[in-house]
């Protein structure tokens, strides 16, 4: 089956997973590299919330693409009001002539509270629920401002929109949107209320297969869809290289990706689905104490292997279509550098992986 593909620009590297900062960015680097991946052949192109705002270089990337899709994975949905949300992601759309997709996460308490200084009101799944709910009331509102529809939870009120702040209606109103998901209530979430779901990369492909997707098909069922409706993107680690000492020195770099993630007790519903719950205990130790470079050790090869596609750069393509029946319908390749500066091959890969 073929597959949708997506790239990130901005992504975070293996030196910030370790604790040892970033690499600044540019306006002319932004609009380059949106330029490169629409002429490879990406279906979408992705901006993270990793140390910058995710909404911000992409009218960049639409004012130097013509094509490609461009959204967010993912802008963190708590720290903004609706309002806010709905205001960027209602430009953004109108400014890439529909071709934006607004990609949501929630985050956990200790980040939005201590990070992004920002109450904590309750359970995120309900609460993103209204979330959304909440903005798809304003894109009504924006879109006939003469007949405004509100919105009244527990979480969040909106009543009011005069005329003056009403950004009014544009060609296409409707904006998918896409929120991340690990466990199941987020999965049914998405089947009832949204156009595609994000799978963490901490998902294996097992994870995926046997309990998110049906979760979503749940959901998707209690609102009269059904599984074909969503779009499901996964975003599989990576351990590839040219050749086999490449794939061993890739695959060790790969380890510090997945520990920092293992080591988040959100994600350790997979960790369980594996059987893994004492690797997640100490994991989320060792960060606590502030031992990253020390996280890595603890991953074997074995549970690598469920996680990663691992092989040479020939190998990717055909086994990330085998692996992904089942579990994706679009998937998100963040190649490692070496890889993403051959045009040519990241070319073929693209297009073997949509045939």
């Known amino acids: 089956m073929p597959l949708q593909v997506e790239t990130v620009i901005l992504g975070p590297q293996t030196d910030q997973y370790a604790g040892r900062g970033q690499d600044a960015q540019s306006l002319g680097a932004i609009a380059a590299a949106g330029e490169r991946a629409e002429r490879l052949g990406f ?61 949501l996460g929630t985050q956990v308490k ?25 903005m798809q009331a304003m894109f009504k509102s924006f879109q006939n401002p003469r007949e405004p529809v509100y919105f009244e ?27 991340a998901a690990v466990n199941t209530y ?35 069922a209690r609102a009269g869809r059904s599984l074909a409706d969503i779009d499901v993107v996964g975003s599989p680690f990576l351990a590839v290289a040219a050749d086999a000492e490449g794939v061993e020195k890739a695959k060790s770099a790969l380890k510090q990706h997945i520990a920092f993630y293992a080591s988040t007790r959100t994600y350790h519903s997979v960790l369980s689905y594996h059987g893994w719950e004492d690797l997640g205990a100490k994991l989320h130790r060792l960060s606590v104490e502030g031992k990253w470079t020390e996280l890595p050790l603890q991953i074997t090869d074995d549970m690598l292997q469920e996680w990663a596609i691992v092989g040479t750069y020939d190998e990717l393509a055909p086994r990330l279509r085998e692996r992904a029946a089942g579990s994706y319908t679009s998937v998100l390749l963040d190649l490692p550098k070496a890889l993403s500066r051959d ?13």
Not at 58 to 81: C, Y
Not at 194 to 206: D, E, K, N, Q, S
Not at 343 to 355: G, H, N, Y
Request: glycine share 8%; net charge neutral.
């Open 110 to 134: 200790g980040h939005i509270e201590r990070r992004y200084a920002t109450p904590w009101t309750g359970a995120p799944g309900p609460r993103l629920r209204e979330y959304i709910l909440c």
């Open 153 to 179: 939870g527990e979480h969040y009120r909106y009543t009011l929109m005069s005329p003056f702040f009403n950004p009014g209606p544009i060609e296409h109103p409707d904006i998918p949107i896409y929120i």
């Open 43 to 103: 279906d979408v192109v992705n901006t993270p919330e990793a140390g910058h705002d995710p909404f911000l270089p992409l009218p960049i990337v639409a004012e130097h693409t013509r094509r490609i899709r461009l959204g967010t994975n993912v802008a963190v949905a708590f720290p903004r009001s609706p309002l806010a949300t709905a205001q960027v992601a209602w430009d953004l759309q109108h400014l890439s002539g529909g071709r934006f997709q607004l990609g």
């Open 186 to 220: 987020n999965a049914r979430l998405c089947g009832e209320l949204c156009a595609g779901l994000r799978a963490h990369p901490v998902a294996t492909f097992a994870y995926s297969r046997d309990v998110i997707m049906p979760a979503i098909a749940e959901g998707a």
């Open 343 to 355: 045009d040519d091959r990241v070319a073929q890969i693209v297009a073997e992986l949509k045939r």
